[in-house]
């Protein structure tokens, strides 16, 4: 399953935000253990920099983006998925950025922690937690 790991999720675990640190942790272990193929948009990066360097600095803030782009695929933000983004019909543009990475790059499913901002039926859009039960239930 091919999973594209919202902002969200990765700023839970770099900066251990309860109460979703742990299944955010997890969905970071499944791609580990290489039960999802993970992927983080290109365009996130510099978001997640921004964000995480606030709190821990620019050292550990590199080595802890760099430990991503290892683990994940950097999915590719283009001329197409910019396109398709500034005609989604989503209140919120980098949401609208992350279904049409999504979308271009052919990934079955955006983990976030928000899902009621992604106003799509394809990819699938599910939380860490629903994530989690549905590859532990699966044979």
């Known amino acids: 399953m091919k999973v594209l790991i919202d902002t969200n999720i990765i700023v839970d675990v770099a900066l251990e935000r309860d109460p979703f640190f742990t299944d955010s942790e997890q969905v970071v272990s499944l791609v580990e253990q290489q039960q999802i193929e993970g992927y983080i948009s290109a365009s996130t990066f510099s978001d997640l920099y921004y964000i995480i360097r606030k709190a821990k600095g620019h050292n550990w803030t590199q080595q802890f983006l760099q430990r991503m782009a290892v683990l994940c695929?950097?999915?590719t933000v283009n001329q197409a998925v910019?396109?398709?983004?500034?005609?989604?019909?989503?209140?919120d543009f980098e949401d609208a950025i992350q279904?049409?990475?999504?979308?271009?790059?052919h990934l079955d499913v955006i983990v976030t922690r928000n899902p009621q901002d992604f106003p799509v039926t394809t990819p699938r859009i599910v939380t860490a937690e629903h994530l989690i039960q549905e590859l532990t239930n699966s044979p």
Do not use: D, P
Request: no cysteine; aromatic share 10%.
């Open 99 to 105: 279904y049409s990475t999504a979308v271009v790059n």
């Open 73 to 75: 695929t950097v999915a």
């Open 82 to 91: 910019i396109s398709m983004a500034l005609t989604a019909n989503f209140r």
